[in-house]
């Protein structure tokens, strides 16, 4: 596609979950610049244009070649460039500073490839010119390697509201549903005898399911609820206790059909995922007692750590009892990455 003329920063993005936790970000920068998102995924692209559409130009990422990655540079000669989370192409970086390019590796999470080969990552992540982190963990674990970390930030605090609901009939949408998003297998059987207890309470309950890594098996599903998955292309009826989105960038349109969410990868050891999208919804939230990845938002945010399926039926049924709480919104013109970002792009200009 064709370069614009005026600034222009190259922002990537590896896939849609990525997408969705630098949305403010981009949408901060939109009006100041033009931006050229790259991502590693279809996923990522779609989700990309449903929430900056007409703001941002999508390209695939290219391989981090000299070749490739050379052509891209010389074609849209990028003012700056931001990676979000993890991405840390070594060629693009070694380009980018011959190039006098300022580069940025944003919202920076737990990697084990840093424990793995931590003196490989501490020499790539010397490219960067400014670094964040979306945890104090992974800060403190990025000074370990002698990494300048500029300052602690979540971005996905900077959620925006979102009204548009999934296209389900009137009378699903106004079932019981409670949502549980975010999940991983070692924490259905807790789930599943929770929703075994709401159902003999009410046996309209509908249990909506977001897994972290949607798989093609059906099997885990139980057939007691009758589960519709949101692949095969099918809609909740009335018969349906389980209703499965196996797909990605639904999870806004979920958080409309319900205000209380269970925030997965909390009852194993895998530090428990962002309560952030659930609070900007205006939702209760329920979480497992492992949330160290997460730590500082849940300690601004109001939740409650369940450990057995009767800890969670009766959350779940005092939340359905109690009104939607006010969405909890931060302003991101006050957030400090998209500050430092665009002092990124005055320093090259």
Known sequence: MARPDGPL????????????GIAMLLRALA???????????????????????????HQFKPADTRATMGRFLDHWCPDAAVFAESD??????????????????????PSKTRLKAPRLAAAVLAEFDLITASSQS????????????????????????????????KAQRQRPIWLAVSTHPEEY???????????????????????????????????????????DGGQPIDAT?????????YLPRLHQ????SFIGGSLGKRGGHSPWEAASAGSYILTGPDIANNAPAYLGLEHRIVQTPEALADAVLEAWAAPRPAPVLRDAKNSKTARAVMELLKVKR
């Open 9 to 20: 920063i190259w922002v990537h993005a590896e896939s849609v979950g990525e997408v969705n």
């Open 31 to 57: 009006p100041q610049m033009h931006i050229v998102l790259t991502t590693n995924t279809q996923t990522g692209a779609d989700r990309a244009i449903q929430l900056v559409a007409n703001q941002v130009i």
């Open 88 to 109: 840390m192409p070594p060629v693009a970086l070694a380009l980018m500073k011959d190039r006098a390019i300022p580069t940025a590796l944003i919202a920076a999470r």
């Open 138 to 169: 992974v800060a403190d674990e990025l000074e370990k390697l002698q990494v300048r970390v500029r300052f602690v930030e979540d971005l996905k605090s900077y959620q925006g509201v979102v009204t548009e609901h999934m296209p389900w009939p």
């Open 189 to 231: 059987d807790l789930l599943f005898a929770a929703h075994d207890i709401l159902k003999a309470q009410d046996p309209a309950s509908l249990l909506v399911i977001a897994p972290r890594h949607p798989k093609p098996s059906r099997a885990w599903a139980p057939n007691r609820f009758a589960p519709v998955f949101f692949s």
């Open 241 to 249: 206790g389980l209703f499965v989105m196996d797909a990605f960038g």
């Open 257 to 260: 059909l319900s205000h209380v």
